[in-house]
């Protein structure tokens, strides 16, 4: 046993004969200094319980160990694996996001036409309502004779130029003045 460093029984496996003689160093007391000659090494002889111990450990590590590297592959494959969805996802986000402004411009562009629908339903429902009226025009009033409210004015005028008796009164849906040509 050179440098103090003890072999195990299985001579093929280096790191394990490494570790092995490093556990038994630590388990070996500390060198006297109060002696005159240098400190020599004592030449010990490794328990068969412990070494066998030892030996135990050394396997139970050496499982550890490879059950270790098993997770750090399955971690790793995972790794990759969330790292493809989370790839797919923003893949996904991104056309979402692109569908839903196309959705928004059609959206602005729908109501602008609603409104200009409704527009245009209210003018042709005023037009309809005129065009099944009974219209009737009066021409050749001058604008002096007028007075402030035109219902009345006609309903005045309108007997005695036709020389009927009206009764009862005449009733008007709508009276416009138009402006003169």
Known sequence: MPGGK???KHPGNTARQLLFSEVLEHLQPP??????HPPTQPHTMV???QEETMERILRESSVVGRRLEGMDNAITL???SMRLDIVDFQSRVTGLEQRLSTMEGHLITTQDRDQELLCLHSKLIDLED???KDNVCFFGFQESIKGTDTQSFLRMVLPKLTDLIIDPPLE?????????K
Do not use: A, I, N, Y
């Open 6 to 8: 003890t072999t195990c």
């Open 130 to 132: 005129r065009s099944h």
């Open 47 to 49: 328990d068969p319980v």
């Open 31 to 36: 060198p006297s200094t109060t002696g005159s």
């Open 78 to 80: 995972e790794s990759k």
């Open 172 to 180: 008007f849906q709508r009276v416009h003045r138009l402006v003169p």
